[in-house]
């Protein structure tokens, strides 16, 4: 099996050179890359971003026989603040034009929150906040249809899409579209009371929506004071293996992305579960 990393989880390159020679290094053979936080020193907003950069990136990459699975493009779907909203979406329309020139077939987010600052709150689990966040994710896989680029949800429990049943209702709000799809993060799913549970909610998630299913991120987690706490794999409680087999049974070669684990923590992974 060929696994692919967060790119910003390598930490050391700021160039794409550098990446592709990190990924090569740990045996990593593609990645989920956000420009802003892989290449700081590189303008990678709504209007930098190009056919261009976009060529140029892959083809260094591919140097190193590596390849951008996913562009990550994550934002606040529901702020309040209608301009930073509005540009969040712009971003993300950008980000749908250019991912082929990348070579990445994707273009993910979460969906964000009605807290700013992310805290859990019942607030977004209303039909309001639904509403909202499926009314962007309408207009965004509309320019996903025209660019021939899919758009990747990422559920998550503190977000307004946030399980097997909202991302169900979100296929029906945009009328089945193929350009919708879901990167399926087991760990984004549960809550320490819940995690226990991890393995049973993936199948659920895979029961329910595996032709949906675009991507996987692996993240191992423990549970301290309370809180789930997210650390480099095999050094947590999750079950990577039954993860593993439940993601590969339904999804032959679908992009399997390890987060939360870094530099050579990533490849020690990679090469005991190839």
């Known amino acids: 099996m060929e696994f692919g990393c967060r790119a910003h ?4 390159p700021r160039t794409p050179e550098e990446l592709g020679a990190a990924c090569e290094a740990q045996d990593v053979r593609y990645v989920q890359l956000a420009l802003a936080k892989s290449f700081p020193d590189m303008a990678s907003g709504a209007r930098e971003v190009s ?35 509005e540009v969040g979406i712009e971003k993300f329309e950008a980000y749908l034009a250019n ?3 990348f070579g990445a077939p994707i273009v993910a987010s979460e969906t964000g929150s009605v807290d700013p600052s992310f805290r859990y709150t019942e607030a977004n689990f209303t039909t309001e906040a639904f509403d909202e966040a499926a009314a962007v994710i309408e207009r965004l896989v509309a320019v996903g249809e025209r660019m021939g680029t899919i758009v990747g949800i990422e559920p998550g429990v503190n977000h307004p899409i946030h399980d097997a049943e909202t991302c169900a209702r979100l296929v029906e709000r945009v009328g089945g579209s193929p350009y919708l799809g879901f990167i399926l993060d087991p760990t984004a799913l549960v809550t320490p009371e819940l995690a226990p549970r991890q393995l ?6 895979l029961g329910r929506l595996a ?3 675009v991507a996987t991120h692996l993240v191992d987690w423990r549970v301290e004071a309370g809180e789930l706490v997210r650390v480099n794999l095999g050094e947590g409680s999750m079950d990577v293996d039954g993860v593993l087999a439940a993601v590969t049974a339904a999804k032959p070669h679908g992009y399997v992305l390890t987060e939360f684990t870094e530099n050579d923590a990533i490849g020690r992974f990679v090469r005991a579960h190839a």
């Open 200 to 205: 049973e909610v993936t199948h659920e998630m």
């Open 99 to 101: 991912a082929r020139h």
């Open 51 to 85: 056919p261009g950069m976009g060529a140029h990136v892959r083809r260094v990459l591919a140097a190193h026989g590596v390849e951008v699975a996913v562009m990550g493009c994550y934002f606040n779907m529901i702020d309040a603040d209608a301009v930073a909203r």
């Open 9 to 12: 989880d390598l930490t050391a």
């Open 211 to 213: 032709p949906r299913i």
